[in-house]
């Protein structure tokens, strides 16, 4: 028996629901059908009043969260894919966001985003949203790159008073699995080493950890020891860990799928450097998907965003120095 990245989340939404009558669900087809991957399968009928098909307006599934949660509700919103909270940013952004710094009444609403590409889903259907939302004060943005991440940290969230973004990547969900959902527990917040090194560091988070790793025991059998480290919320951000990290090895590198202007990486690269320039050996460096829209063709989406082998490439020019 093993447990996947989507029965992890829906498993923490059964226990969430069964242990907390002020949760309940809201998202386009996750009752009747379960949402578009199943993340809800079966539960509208275990609990009929507190799962709910949404209509096809995000905006609107996010304005009922923020009501909801204002008056003592903890919804989680389910959007069919994280290219669609677009849609609803304004009341992500300038409701949830800041209602508490408005008015000293949290609002705590959890939004899942089925994150990242996969093979064949193209530009509006693959896209990484989580350094968008880490922009914004008030936001918690978390990226579980595990199974037992994808189960504690959603437990994690809806317990918090504020608003989170929890970013599951789609990559993930059947490919991923693990033979029990209890892994080495650790709080939002708090990052974890996955694999140590003594000659540079990844940094990153999501389904780039398992591709990091990989690209980590290519190089081993060169001799060189990667350090990997997965951030697993990108806000707020484990600096502590990173720089501890770079302290041991000198060298950098911080891999995302997202989209390489600014983002999650840029902020781990400037912050090493204004806090830790003194650590390090070699000028920091960063690799993300290409800059361009996410292709359909399987191919070309797997030449554009990071795999082992340009994350390897990456590596040997940063141990060069």
């Known amino acids: 028996m093993s447990v996947t990245y989507i029965d992890a989340i829906r498993e923490a939404q059964l226990k969430l629901l069964r242990e907390d009558s002020r949760v309940f669900l809201y998202g386009q087809d996750i009752a009747t059908f379960g949402g578009a991957f199943k993340a809800t399968k079966g539960l509208a009928q275990e609990f009929p009043n507190r799962v709910f098909d949404a209509p096809i307006s995000e905006d609107a599934m996010l304005g009922l969260a923020v009501g909801a949660a204002i008056e003592g509700m903890r ?17 992500i952004v300038n409701q949830a966001a800041t209602h508490y710094y ?6 705590p609403l ?6 990242g590409g996969t093979p064949g889903s193209g530009p509006f259907h693959s896209q990484s949203m989580e350094s968008i939302y880490a922009h914004y004060p008030g936001l918690i943005v978390v990226t579980p790159a595990t199974v037992s991440d994808a189960y504690h940290m959603l437990l994690d969230s809806v317990a918090l008073e504020d608003p989170v973004i929890y970013c599951e990547h789609k990559f993930l969900y059947r490919w991923l699995k693990a033979k029990s959902i209890n892994g080495d527990y650790l709080p939002i917040g708090q990052a974890r080493i996955v694999r140590p090194g003594k000659h540079a560091t990844v940094v ?3 389904a780039m950890v398992h591709e990091a790793v990989r690209a980590a025991e290519r190089l081993q059998a060169d001799g060189w020891e990667i350090e990997v480290v997965d951030l697993r919320s990108v806000k707020p951000l484990d600096m502590d860990t990173v720089l501890a990290s770079v302290a041991r090895t000198g060298r950098l590198l911080a891999v995302g799928e997202a989209f390489p202007w600014g983002g999650v990486t840029a902020e781990v690269v400037a912050r090493t450097v204004s806090e830790g320039f003194h650590l390090l050996d070699a000028p920091p460096q960063r690799l993300n998907s290409r800059d361009t829209p996410v292709p359909y063709h399987p191919k070309l989406w797997a030449a554009h965003r990071p795999t082992p082998e340009s994350i390897g490439e990456a590596l040997r020019r940063l141990l060069s120095f």
């Open 204 to 206: 990153t988070y999501s």
């Open 75 to 91: 919804p989680i919103i389910e959007m069919q894919f994280a290219d669609f909270s677009s849609i609803a940013f304004n009341q």
């Open 102 to 107: 408005r008015t000293g009444v949290p609002v």
């Open 110 to 115: 959890t939004v899942r985003l089925p994150s």
